[in-house]
Each structure stands twice: as structure tokens, then as C-alpha cells.
């Protein structure tokens, strides 16, 4: 099992951007896909981008798609969410998620472990 620990959230005006950061512990962090997903207040987790195990294949929500950027650096064991053009309909917790495979997978069932979450809050 595999632990993943994210940051970079926090409060930003519309139109912003922020970075997050997932570091995952263990030596095999290369061999599987990674994904993030956000919760908002009262509503479902939702998928919102995925990157396959070498970095080669990504996959993002309508939603977010030309405004984030998912990426990995396997050789530190971390993966990146850039967010540009924050709207304040991203506003949730962003969670970091591996998944059992080295495809990439949309599903919440596909992944086997999860961070903590972090607050990112968009104001208009």
C-alpha cells in the first residue's frame, strides 16, 4: 500500500492558478497510474484527471480540460496538478489517488490508495 500525502492548496481569486503536489512513499511509484479527484461541500467525489504509470497518456474531466494540467516526476515520486483559470466551481477538497493498474482509470473503485485531501478554495 502505498502513501501519498498532497499540498499546494489554499485561497485564490478567480482566474488564478495553484499547483498541487502529491509525494507517494514506496519504490514502486513508476508502476502504477495516478488520478486526482475533488469533493465539494454536499456533492459526490468526482474524477477530475489521470496520468498513466510512465507519464505518456493523460485523461482529463470536461470540466477541467485546457485549464489543468496533470504530470509526474517518477524519479521523485510525485505527481503534479497544475491549475490555471480557476473558476469558483473548483472550489473542493483535491484528493490524490493511485490506482491498481498502469493504465489510466476514471473510476473511484480502480484506485487502491488515497492522500488526505486539500482545501483548494476559488473566490469570485
Known amino acids: 500500500q502505498v502513501q501519498l500525502v498532497e499540498s499546494g492548496g489554499g485561497l485564490v481569486q478567480a482566474g488564478g492558478s495553484l499547483r498541487l503536489s502529491c509525494a507517494a512513499s514506496g519504490r514502486t511509484f513508476s508502476s502504477y497510474a495516478m488520478g486526482w479527484f475533488r469533493q465539494a461541500p454536499g456533492k459526490e467525489r468526482e474524477f477530475v484527471a489521470a496520468?498513466?504509470?510512465?507519464?505518456?497518456?493523460?485523461h482529463y474531466a470536461d470540466s477541467v480540460k485546457g485549464r489543468f494540467t496533470i504530470s509526474r516526476d517518477n524519479a521523485k515520486n510525485t505527481q503534479y496538478l497544475q491549475m490555471d483559470s480557476l473558476k469558483p466551481e473548483d472550489t473542493a477538497v483535491y484528493y490524490c489517488a493511485a490506482a491498481v493498474t498502469s493504465f489510466i482509470v476514471t473510476t473511484r473503485s480502480a484506485y487502491k490508495s488515497w492522500g488526505q485531501g486539500t482545501q483548494v478554495t476559488v473566490s469570485s
Open positions: 496520468i498513466s504509470s510512465g507519464g505518456s497518456s493523460t
